[in-house]
């Protein structure tokens, strides 16, 4: 054989080792190893289970956060029960959870054609356009679903999200201020029909809380006040010495942990 051949005979064997499949294998084992596919952590939904049986389990698994699973027991729930808003909607709200928009988007339309007064379903599209960054017509669900339940203090903080998303922190503020007012700790949980607002960059969480400490040092609530405030600072706010003039911290001047929190200065904590 000469040396061209016995090169293009190596060359071709060379190619067909790089053309078999790679398998992960261990030391001393030459077998390859297969991973198994994923295993159900609950059993598939009973056949003659009951809607409300499959919606309770669906609920605690939800609350788990074990959101495939859940999804399977919301839909066959729906199954039997096609004309559930209610199930229709905590189905949107676990496909949510895990970013599936255009299918959570669906469900929540869908629990609105059978009940077009959901106050919440309204709201979570309102979630998905805000999400996806669609501030004006976040800010028409969020309207929507505060004209059919005003009085629910998620509602104005997602709307006070996608307006200060929009850089318009007057009417931003005004809808922090209402959200407030119904419900004090609403900073400081998660509804359970919405999604956190969720800042876009350092200096906008920065403003954002800032304007938090703002709206609690007005209601004289100097405990949450103090901790936004802190946060603000230890995020960057630039504005901050604005601390020492703006009149809705006139009280919280006189409380000492202010004066200690100020002398303190938080150093910026870097992302």
């Known amino acids: 054989m000469s040396l061209a051949s016995f090169r293009r005979t190596l060359f071709r064997a060379l190619i067909g080792l790089l053309a078999l499949p790679v398998y992960a294998q261990a030391p001393d084992r030459p077998e390859p190893i297969q991973v198994a596919p994923p295993m159900r952590r609950v059993p598939e939904p009973a056949a003659n289970a009951s809607p ?5 389990e669906a609920d605690t698994l939800r609350a788990e956060k074990q ?3 859940a999804i ?18 905590k189905l949107g709200i676990t496909e949510l959870m895990l970013q599936r928009y255009k299918q959570a988007g669906r469900n929540f339309s869908r ?19 805000y999400e996806l960054k669609r501030y004006g ?7 929507k679903a505060l004209t059919l339940q005003s009085d ?36 400081e949980h998660s509804s359970h029909s919405g999604v956190a607002a969720q800042m876009a960059s350092p200096e906008d969480r920065a403003h954002y809380d800032f304007v938090v400490a703002k709206l609690y040092a007005k ?13 603000s600072m230890e995020e960057g ?12 911290f006139a009280d919280l001047r006189k409380d000492a942990r202010f004066a200690e929190l100020m002398k303190s200065k938080p150093m910026a904590i870097p992302e």
């Open 72 to 89: 399977d027991y919301y839909q066959a729930a729906l199954v039997k029960a096609p004309q559930s808003a209610s199930l229709s909607n």
């Open 67 to 69: 959101y495939l699973d």
């Open 111 to 129: 629990a609105i054609k059978e009940n077009r007064k959901f106050a919440e379903a309204y709201n979570n599209l309102g979630v998905i356009d």
């Open 237 to 248: 706010y630039k504005d901050v010495r604005d601390v020492y003039t703006d009149p809705e």
């Open 137 to 143: 017509p976040s800010i028409k669900q969020y309207k």
């Open 152 to 187: 629910t203090a998620s509602f104005y903080a997602n709307l006070g999200a996608s307006y200060f998303a929009r850089k318009d922190f007057e009417h931003a503020t005004q809808a922090y201020a209402k959200a407030v007012e119904i419900d004090p700790e609403v900073f």
């Open 219 to 231: 209601m004289g609530d100097h405990d949450r006040s103090l901790e936004f405030l802190r946060k």
């Open 52 to 56: 409300a049986d499959l919606e309770k």
